[in-house]
């Protein structure tokens, strides 16, 4: 890189948090090449997706609550992207049933991407209408690429007996274990996935409100 060259790209690294250092021995192609990706992450909304009027009616079917399309080059090391959702639970009395929240990640934008982290609560025997629920996930890049990684964890927080889990209280995901890295390619467009699925076609789930956020770093 040319002392010209370097005395434009240098004032820059004020600005920009990189996380591939530019150094006076790059060309100049080479160091814009890596600043793109943070200036990308700098001028990216902070809000994603937001659900503006509530779902159909959820049964056994797995579907897309809430989407984001990341662009290709969006994904940056300690990105970390937020999901929370607020919905209710129906539940009939002669049936144990096995849900499914799910956040998936890939370049399909559909059940097939990626599974980053699924929450599985059971709800009991018990009849129960419309009980509230809300679910956050969070998942973090923690490497970039064609094979970068992230990894994500998952709350579910419910009322009353017998709603989306046997009781009230707090559901985590992973449930025992630390949470493992999934394979997410940042060289291309990734979809951001949030999913819902019941155990029973008996049983179903209506979401109100819903948020996809990028925290920023």
């Known amino acids: 890189m040319s002392l010209l060259d370097w005395r434009f790209i240098k004032p820059l690294l004020k600005f920009v948090p990189l996380n591939a250092s530019v150094s006076v021995?790059?060309?100049?192609?080479?160091?814009?090449?890596?600043?793109?990706?943070?200036?990308?992450?700098?001028?990216?909304?902070?809000?994603?997706?937001?659900?503006?009027?509530?779902?159909?009616?959820?049964?056994?079917?797995?579907?897309?609550?809430?989407?984001?399309?990341?662009?290709?080059?969006?994904?940056?090391?300690?990105?970390?992207?937020?999901?929370?959702?607020?919905?209710?639970?129906?539940?009939?009395?002669?049936?144990?049933?096995?849900?499914?929240?799910?956040?998936?990640?890939?370049?399909?934008?559909?059940?097939?991407?990626?599974?980053?982290?699924?929450?599985?609560?059971?709800?009991?025997?018990?009849q129960n209408t419309n009980t509230a629920f809300m679910v956050e996930f969070y998942l973090t890049v923690q490497s970039t690429g064609t094979n970068g990684q992230a990894i994500a964890v998952a709350k579910l927080s419910s009322n009353g007996t017998g709603g989306i889990t046997r009781g009230a209280g707090d559901v985590l995901a992973p449930s025992d274990n630390y949470p493992s890295s999934i394979v997410v390619d940042s060289t291309m467009d990734n979809y951001l996935s949030f999913t819902a699925q019941c155990g029973s076609s008996i049983n179903n789930m209506v979401f109100y409100y819903g948020t996809i956020e990028q925290t920023k770093h």
């Open 25 to 126: 021995g790059d060309d100049l192609t080479t160091a814009l090449e890596k600043l793109q990706g943070q200036i990308n992450a700098l001028s990216y909304e902070t809000t994603q997706a937001v659900l503006t009027a509530p779902t159909a009616s959820i049964s056994s079917t797995e579907a897309i609550v809430l989407q984001s399309l990341i662009p290709a080059g969006f994904l940056n090391v300690g990105s970390t992207y937020v999901v929370k959702a607020f919905g209710q639970y129906t539940h009939q009395w002669w049936t144990s049933s096995t849900n499914h929240l799910r956040l998936r990640i890939g370049n399909n934008g559909d059940k097939t991407d990626v599974l980053a982290v699924m929450l599985s609560p059971i709800s009991n025997y018990y």
